[in-house]
């Protein structure tokens, strides 16, 4: 059959050229061939195999949200909307509330992200600017690679190396919160209260888990993810603004600041807050550095931090029910903050010029 | 009077007439052709001069001029001596816009470095602190069952919680492969308001904190239904926390795939099934093994959930369905919270065998995928143009036998046939 109509078989006399309603036609004929698309039994049984997947994955989904809101809800009852006010965490007594562990918890998201994102920038401008072309994918595998490193590896390695090493070193605590809390101490975020930096028997331990140091591990390890999101925008920017740019006398900054940067803004700002989701649940680097406070702690390098990830495996043994569904309520709390973290990312990086074809 | 036709015409300047010069006599040397990308000599001058200028000024203000100490102090100021002292010498013979190039060159690249150097610390550290376990035999073959934590590093090992995280993890990604790559073929091959608000849904929930997912499951599998803290409870929490990151990477790389393909394979007349099996599934198949991998790797380095619902034993425990089982990250995070030593040094031997299967997983992701859909590697490719000669050869004698319709042209097809 070498002719292709889009008429069956049957409808042998070429249609007319005159366009007309197909009432008009002589015959009755319909117009236009409707397309009725007839599934085998094999292609019924895989959308109905298909569909009940989608149908599962949804049940475990919703059910996960549905069961933590229904056995938060008597933690909730009880505490009321004290459950946000209350620094203190005491369910046998009927006191807790999550005000202070939720500002240490912001508190250290945002220590990490202030670290992170400038050495994620220059990590990933590197990498798609800098690199020779032969070692970029080294590069890559290696920043996805430190990205896959087990969160209790880098949080050993703050407790171990980090934090007596290099932080809080020696008898005098030498290190960047001491001299943070010397010469900034003027600022409420740096002040340590009961340790004088200039007092030479001052004990060292007022500066060592705090919120900084935890911040600074959880930077380390949120640091790979905003970098391998940030590479992926930068390395779209479009060849022909690059040449435009150097072809206008820029030089590679210029090119960079006036090209790839601006391209990759939506990128920039949604892997920022993706690392700050992840930085926001991260839980075990921060449970073995912090010493718990259930108070509003505002002073970011002294002992004594709050975070709901580490409350949660630190009282999860609590054997009333109550307990369990005031950390419940907290953990509840902890992931409508990452949810409306993660979905403010997600819009920015589709809505961004450089986040069409992006990944994340 | 307009320009004269003959422009070529050396004459006498009319006004109005072009005159072209006479050719220039070529050199006898070609000329070189000036590199002007690559670095000059006097670039790299100007790097190791500034270095030795800066950690030189900061060597003199801590040992001689200022009461500074501290190893991190003496880092942070000879660095910003030697941006200082870099800009100075680059402006010497450099315009602004330059100077400001090369600045911005140095601080991207030191950045780079401090995040490659935070890598090597991370990995060498756990390796050095765990040499002292990893070279005793017993401690990958024994348990600690009859191990005290005083014991020395001859005695005891950490058989329990490889067998724990392998088992766990295994549990956890026989339920999770299939549901999320059947759930991600859903997403992407039948779109409609459902599976939109299933992708909504499962992109959620990548939101969820591991540890949260690992209170989820204490309370309702251990808690409610009176499970007691097993294997099976701390797999059930892995994969509640692997599903959504696992379908979310399966989606984006099953959407990679040109719909070109999959309309060939429907015009061709194959079911919509069987589009699916044959033409979108193998197209995408390394990226698939590679989120199913990367999605491991995430799973069997995670402490929390484990930590809320595994429970913690001292000897080995086979059976996932009742008894506490202990897993590597577990194991690692209760040792080093220890007072001894020797239960130390086998916190970070069993954080590095944890690194290394990490590693060794991704290894194997990065070897089998990685690559873009219709991305082939060397061996494919290579196996792809021989089947392409192959049919090219039997179309040649095909055409050969039509046109020369001869003795050989019935042997020809019956051997097609």
């Known amino acids: ?360 | 009077m307009s320009t004269s036709p003959d422009l070529t015409k050396a004459g006498p300047a009319v006004p109005g007439s072009t005159v072209l010069p006479a050719a220039e006599p070529r050199p006898d040397v070609p000329e070189r052709r000036r590199v002007i990308g690559r670095p000059r000599r006097t670039d790299g001058f100007a790097l190791a001069g500034a270095a030795v200028a800066g950690v030189s000024l900061t060597a003199l203000l801590f040992t001689r001029l200022a009461p500074f100490d501290g190893v991190l102090g003496f880092v942070v100021v000879s660095y910003l001596a030697f941006l200082g002292f870099y800009t100075l010498l680059v402006s010497f013979d450099e315009s602004g816009p330059t100077v400001r190039d090369r600045l911005a060159a140095a601080v991207v690249h030191s950045l780079a470095a401090l995040m490659l150097l935070a890598l090597v610390v991370v990995v060498v550290f756990t390796l050095w602190r765990g040499r002292e376990a990893l070279v005793y035999l017993n401690f990958f073959a024994d348990d600690m069952g009859r191990a005290g934590p005083l014991q020395p590093l001859s005695v005891g090992g950490i058989r329990h919680a490889i067998i724990g995280t392998l088992m766990q993890i295994a549990i956890a990604l026989a339920v999770t492969v299939p549901l999320g790559l059947v759930c991600a073929v859903f997403l992407s091959e039948l779109p409609g308001p459902f599976s939109r608000l299933v992708r909504t849904i499962a992109e959620a929930m990548t939101a969820l904190p591991s540890v949260v997912a690992g209170l989820f499951v204490y309370a309702t599998v251990v808690l409610a239904l009176g499970m007691g803290k097993s294997g099976f409870a701390a797999s059930l929490a892995l994969g509640v926390m692997m599903l959504p990151i696992m379908i979310r990477a399966a989606d984006v790389v099953i959407r990679l795939v040109p719909g070109t393909l999959r309309e060939a394979s429907l015009a061709l007349g194959a079911s919509q099934w069987r589009t699916i099996w044959h033409v979108v599934v193998p197209t995408a198949r390394s990226g698939l093994t590679t989120a199913v991998i990367l999605g491991t790797a995430r799973g069997i380095g995670e402490t929390s959930p484990v930590l809320l619902t595994a429970g913690f034993a001292a000897y080995t425990n086979a059976n996932p369905t009742s008894g506490p089982q202990t897993s590597l990250p577990l194991f690692v995070f209760d040792a080093v919270r220890r007072p001894d030593e020797a239960m130390i040094a086998r916190g970070f031997g069993a954080a590095a065998v944890l690194m290394g299967l990490v590693l060794i997983l991704f290894a194997i992701a990065r070897l089998v995928g990685g690559r873009a859909p219709g991305q082939l590697g060397r061996r494919a490719a290579r196996a792809r143009a021989r089947a392409s000669r192959r049919d090219a050869a039997r179309f040649a004698a095909r055409a050969r036998a039509r046109q020369a319709p001869g003795v050989h042209a019935s042997d020809s097809e019956v051997s097609d046939a």
């Open chain 1, 1 to 360: 059959m070498t002719t292709t109509t889009l008429r069956g078989p049957d409808a042998a006399p070429p249609p007319p050229t005159v366009a007309g309603p197909p009432a008009d036609q002589p015959d009755g004929a319909p117009g236009p061939r409707r397309i009725v698309q007839r599934r085998g039994p094999s292609d019924l049984v895989f959308r109905g195999i298909a569909r009940a997947g989608g149908a599962a994955v949804l049940f475990i989904m919703v059910l996960v949200g549905l069961f933590l809101t229904i056995q938060a809800w008597p933690a909730i009852e009880v505490a009321g909307w004290r459950f946000l006010t209350v620094q203190d965490w005491d369910p046998a007594g009927n006191n807790f509330g999550v005000a202070g562990v939720l500002t240490g918890t912001v508190l250290i998201a945002l220590v990490a992200i202030a670290i992170s994102v400038p050495l994620a920038t220059g990590a990933a401008l590197y990498i798609s600017e800098y690199a020779p072309r032969r070692i970029r994918p080294l590069l890559v595998n290696l920043v996805d690679l430190m990205a896959a490193v087990p969160s209790v590896v880098y949080g050993i390695w703050g407790f171990f190396l980090l934090q007596p090493r290099l932080l809080v070193a020696g008898d005098q605590g030498e290190g960047l919160p001491r001299w943070l809390a010397t010469y900034l101490g003027w600022i409420p975020l740096f002040k340590v209260d009961g340790y004088d930096p200039r007092d030479p028997v001052a004990s060292p331990t007022a500066l060592t888990s705090s919120t900084f140091i935890a911040g600074v591990v959880v930077a380390m390890m949120v640091a790979p993810i905003i970098t391998s999101v940030m590479r992926e925008v930068f390395s779209q920017a479009p060849v022909g603004e690059r040449e435009g740019a150097y072809a206008l006398g820029a030089t590679r900054w210029g090119m960079i600041r006036s090209v790839v940067l601006p391209f990759g803004r939506g990128g920039m700002i949604g892997g920022t807050m993706l690392g700050l989701g992840r930085a926001l649940g991260e839980t075990i680097a921060v449970y073995l550095i912090v010493s718990m406070v259930f108070v509003v702690q505002p002073h970011i390098l002294q002992n004594g931090a709050g975070s709901i990830s580490a409350l949660i495996a630190l009282r999860y043994g609590d054997s009333t029910a109550l307990g369990i569904a005031a950390l419940m309520a907290a953990g509840l709390v902890l992931f409508l903050m990452t949810l409306v973290v993660n979905f403010v990312a997600s819009i920015v990086i589709s809505r961004s010029r450089s986040g069409a074809a992006s990944e994340v």
